[in-house]
């Protein structure tokens, strides 16, 4: 038995039937919806109270993780754009043209994603442009929260639904 015989029995790449698969896709959105902005959820529902301390921490901790966000994606800039849309057109030809079920997982997974991302990237260049505080403040962000949380319900539907499609063709393939 070969080495990639060996390491292909135990990474099934198969992924929609793998119960790990399901829960790293649950795990990442909710990870990706708890934090916005890289500000925890609770503590932009206590920063609602005009004139408290956790107000005036919200909008620091905003500014702070806006130039950290900004100051990463300016690093990047072109070659970054260039190398996700490599990597992401890849993985579609691949996924959807070629068939490769793993490849498809990794572009289900993690196309939308990056979508949850440019979207905070181009909300943190607004609020770095134009900063807010206050409820205003805590109104955008959690306006963004609840963008971030529908393009996750549609990426888990279109992933279930695939994965489901997957799972029931391979089964009658099999069968």
Known sequence: MSWHQTVFELIDM????????WIFLASSWSVATWRVLGVPHDMILRARDPGSEAERDLAALVQINCRRLLALGAGRGAW?????AF?????FLLGFFYHVEFAQALFLLGFPLALAGSASLVLARRLQARPLAGPPLCHCLLRHRIL???IGVVAIIVTVLWGTYQNISSAALIG
């Not at 198969?14 to 698969?21: A, E, K």
């Not at 990597?87 to 993985?91: G, I, K, P, Q, Y």
């Open 80 to 84: 970054g754009l260039g190398g996700a």
């Open 14 to 21: 198969r992924s929609f039937p793998s119960l790990w698969f």
């Open 148 to 150: 971030l949380q529908s």
């Open 87 to 91: 990597l992401f057109t890849t993985l």
